[in-house]
T-cell receptor, first 111, second 118 residues
């Protein structure tokens, strides 16, 4: 069974601060996806990283996939209240199509 | 982009009622769909993998007779919670992937169904 450890579980920061969310595993993933979820809605895909060492940027969000494809991070620069939400990492493993989800990070950005 | 539609968005019903939730892929064909359950402020837990034209594959600990899955077409999977009880109250989310359209395609999620059993 593949596990994906996501940390921190809760993050409460002030507007303008930077933050990093981590996802770590002992397993190799063929790809890793990051989602953001608002209360009462389904997760929305932010990015998919595929290649070891890959870095993708989405405005103030920077996603990195570890060289060994076992870990990933999400860095948000100058967080805004609109960034508040549940962030989920999910790895695509060896079982076709099945995603392994991290525990999620609840981010609250205070104005 | 790929769109997955889930219906209904919210259900409130009495204990003992069976509830059907639909998951549709609107602009693509999905041979595989996934059903998740999510408790408040927690991550998604995979319940089962729904395969078009064949039996669903259930995760360990998920009762297949309790959570009936039917994937009769390439665009529709249904989850029926049979004889629902208050402990079945949860947020149920479906997803479909585009693996048939290339490798490492992401999953796209429906907006979820909030099930409340009184």
């Amino acid at each position: 069974t593949q596990l994906l450890e996501q940390s921190p579980q809760f993050l409460s920061i002030q507007e303008g601060e930077n933050l990093t969310v981590y996802c770590n595993s002992s397993s190799v993933f063929s790809s890793l996806q990051w989602y953001r979820q608002e209360p009462g809605e389904g997760p929305v895909l932010l990015v998919t990283v595929v290649t070891g060492g890959e870095v993708k940027k989405l405005k103030r969000l920077t996603f990195q996939f570890g060289d060994a494809r076992k870990d990933s991070s999400l860095h948000i620069t100058a967080a805004q209240p609109g960034d508040t939400g549940l962030y989920l990492c999910a790895g695509m493993g060896t079982s076709y199509g099945k995603l392994t989800f991290g525990q999620g990070t609840i981010l609250t950005v205070h104005p | 982009g790929a769109v997955v539609s889930q219906h209904p968005s919210r259900v409130i019903c009495k204990s003992g009622t069976s509830v059907k939730i639909e998951c549709r892929s609107l602009d693509f064909q999905a041979t595989t769909m996934f059903w998740y359950r999510q408790f408040p402020k927690q991550s998604l837990m995979l319940m089962a993998t729904s395969n078009e034209g064949s039996k669903a594959t259930y995760e360990q600990g998920v009762e297949k007779d309790k959570f009936l899955i039917n994937h009769a077409s390439l665009t529709l999977s249904t989850l029926t919670v049979t004889s629902a009880h208050p402990e079945d109250s949860s947020f149920y989310i479906c997803s479909a992937d585009l693996q048939g359209y290339g490798s490492n395609q992401p999953q796209h999620f429906g907006d979820g169904t909030r099930l409340s059993i009184l």
